[in-house]
């Protein structure tokens, strides 16, 4: 990912030196996205900003949407929820608004759906996945979301069913707060399937793994009943 800061930094220079407005976007949006995800969230939201209102002078309607999603991330991995549903719903109303192809629309509905899973929410987290599931192949998000309901609803069979199609999209997802989210629900499938054992081994993983969303598992009951049934062993 350091490389490909370098490389976005070098576009934004060469959008500065041309006047490219819509190169200038992008770069800042993708240097913000880079930030991310070597856990420089502190950085990255004045990157998504300013390409935002870059995005939104010149009615780049794509990149507007991307960079809500991107801040929605960072709301999420940071345990606030409604700010992270709040921009989920700009993003994705847009997107519908706009017009814009499906995978623009998924993307910030799976976001949704997960901030609605983690308030507790769980009626409308489902409608979330079941939606994107209906429409088309469902992307890390909605099956890591997908494998937290099935756990709160006792199916670990199906669980697993979405934790083993996370575990393979997570090879291609640059963000490694996602891996921890992977960590913490094969924990909870090995805990349900009575193997504590298991479970404490992917917890560890869980909360050691490079960049893990710590104030996500604090602010999500049901991650913190997780942690307290493993540290109570």
Known sequence: MEQALIFFEKSLQIGRNLG????????????GSAHICLGNCDSAIPLLLSAKAIFEQIKALIGVVFCLEELGLIALFRGEFDRAQTLADQAENLALDAGLSLDFHQRPTALKGMSRLMKGDLTRAIT?????????TPGLTTCLGTGFVSIVNQDACRAA??????????KSVHKPQFIALSYLLQEAIFLQNKDKAAAA??????MNAPLSPSKLFNAWPFADSLICQIRQV
Do not use: M, P, R, V
């Open 20 to 31: 490219d407005d819509t190169k200038i976007a992008w770069s800042l949006g993708n240097i």
């Open 161 to 170: 069913f979405y934790e083993k199609k996370a575990k393979h999209l997570t």
């Open 201 to 206: 081994s992917k917890l560890d993983l869980a």
């Open 128 to 136: 979330c996945f079941q939606d994107i599931e209906t429409a088309g």
